[in-house]
C-alpha cells in the first residue's frame, strides 16, 4: 500500500497530488510566483496535511513541469506530454484528444486508449496562442481571472482583434477599452483570436472525438465554449482541470517504478 | 522654394524641411493619438523656425503609418520607399536598409537607387522597438539609456524566448538569480539583433548595411547587430529622419512635374487650408 505522489510544477501554478492504488487521495494547488522551491514545499504541505501523511511516509515522487528540478526530494522527471495524456485519459478514460491551455504553451495531444502519447503539436514560442493572453488582458480590464468566462458568455458583440501578437493585443485592448467597447465583448473576442490561434493547431492535429480540454483555460467557461464552437466539437472540462499533469505524473511513475 | 517631407510613425512623428540644396530643419515629437492635430503642430513647428507659412511650401509629401492623417499632404508614399531614398541620398553605396521603428522593423534591398525587395515584421512585437520598450520598463532604465547600459556587459545573458511577454518572464528570472542589468539588457539586443537578422536575411544581406529607424540610436542592438552581420553597418547621424527625408526628395521631384500654374494654386488652397484648417481648436466632450 505504497503512496505515491504526483508534482506538476508549471510556471503558474504549481500542482501536487497523492495516490494509493491508484486512487486519489488528495491534491493541492499554489501558485508558483517565480519561486519554485517555496511553491513546491507550499503545495506538497496542502496535500500531505489533507490527507494527513507526512513526506517520510511516500515511497515515490513523479514529476513534470518548467520547474521540476526544483524539487527537494528524489523523483522521477516524466514529460509533460505523457503526463497531461495520462492523467487526463485517468479521469475520463474516451478521450482521444486533448487540448491544454497552459500559461506559458497550449498543447494538443492525441491519446490513445492506453492515455499514451499518440501525437502531439505545441505552441509555446509566443503568449498570444497560451493562456498567459487570458492574463495579460484581465489585468487591463481590471477582471479577476476567475471571471473572465461568465462575462465572456454574456458577449453581445465580441471585438475582432487584429493581431496575433500579445503585446500588440494588449495595446488594441486599451484602445477599445478607450473607444468604449464592453469589458464582455472585449474578452469574447479575446477568446476567439486565442481560439482563432488553437484551431489552427487543432486543423493540423485533427481532433478525434473525445475531446477534453485542460490546464487553467479550462477553467475559463467562456473560452471552452467558443472553442467548441469553433472547432464544432464538444469540449469535455474534468472537475479539476489543473491537476492532470500532477495525476498523471503520479501514475506512471507507479507503473515503472511500482 | 521649400519641399516637407512628413513621416508619422506609430511611435514618432517626424517633419523635414529642405529647398534645393540642403536641409532647412527637422522637428521630431512623440506620437500621440491624435494624428491629425500632431500632423499640424509638428509642421507648424517646422514653419515657424524657418519663418515660413504653409503657402511657401511647394509640395508635401506624407510617409509612415499615419501618412492617410495629414489632410494637407499633396502626396502619400510608403515607408518603405521613402526610408530607401532617403538612405540613397544619404549613402548611395547603402544596398541594405534595416529599419527598426517603434512598432515593425523592416528589411529593405536598393539596387541603383531603385527599390528591389523588402521584408516586413509587424505581426509581433519581437525584433521591434516596443521590445526594448517593454524590457526598459521592466528594468526601470530609459529607453534612451539601455545600448550604452548593454556595452558594459562583461557576460551577457543567454535570453532564449522570441516572445517579448516570455522574454520579460525570462527577464524578471534572470533579476531574481542576481544577474546584472548590463548582462541582461547585451543578451536582449543579442536576442532582438538575431530576430532581426532572421528575418532581413531572407532577402539576403548585402554590403553596405544602414540600420535606420529609433533602433538605429540604440549602440547596442546596433553592435549587436553588426556582430550578426558580420560586418560594420551604417547609422545615419540622425537615423529617425531618414524617412522624412525621403519624402522630401520625393516632394522635390513632384514639384518638378507640375505646371507653375498648378502650383500657385495648389499654395493658394492651401494657405485657405491653413486658415480653416489649422485654426481649428479641440472640442472637448
Known sequence: MSFIIGLDIGSALSKAVIMQDKTLLSSGISPSEGNFLSAINSVLQKALGKAKLA???????GACGLGASFIPHSFHKISDISCQSRGTSYLLPTIRT???????SSRII????????????????????????????????????????????????PVKFTTGCAVFLETEAISRVAEGASRENIIAGLHQALTARIAAMAHRMGLKEDCVITGGGAKDRGLVKIMGEKMGKTLLVPDNPLITGAIGAALIVTEKKG | MFYAGLDIGSTITKVLIKNERKVCTTVIKPTGAEHRR?????????????????????YIVATGYGRINVPFADKQVTEITCHMRGINWLFPSVKTII???????????????????????????????????????LLGVKLDDIGEISLQSTRPTNISSICTVFAEQETLLQLSKGTSIEDILAGIHRASASRIHSMVKKIKIEKDVAITGGGAKNIGLCKALEERVGFPVIVPPEPLITGALGAALIASEETKKISKEELIEKQLKRRWEAVTFFDEKPTKG
Open chain 1, 98 to 104: 486533448l487540448i491544454e491551455i497552459g500559461n506559458q
Open chain 1, 55 to 61: 513526506i517520510s511516509d511516500i515511497d515515490l515522487i
Open chain 2, 38 to 58: 500632431l500632423a499640424n503642430e509638428i509642421m507648424d513647428e517646422a514653419l515657424r523656425k524657418l519663418n515660413l507659412t504653409t503657402a511657401n511650401i511647394s
Open chain 1, 110 to 157: 492525441q491519446v490513445t486508449e492506453q492515455g499514451k502519447v499518440a501525437d502531439s503539436l505545441v505552441s509555446d514560442k509566443c503568449a498570444a496562442g497560451s493562456g498567459r493572453i487570458l492574463q495579460i488582458v484581465a489585468k487591463v480590464l481590471k477582471v479577476d481571472l476567475k471571471d473572465m468566462g461568465q462575462l465572456s458568455l454574456k458577449s453581445t458583440q
Open chain 2, 99 to 137: 529599419d527598426i521603428g517603434g512598432q515593425d522593423s523592416k528589411g529593405i534591398k536598393v539596387d541603383n537607387g531603385k527599390l528591389v525587395n523588402f521584408v516586413m515584421n509587424d505581426k509581433c512585437a519581437a525584433g521591434t522597438g516596443r521590445f526594448l520598450e517593454v524590457i526598459s520598463d
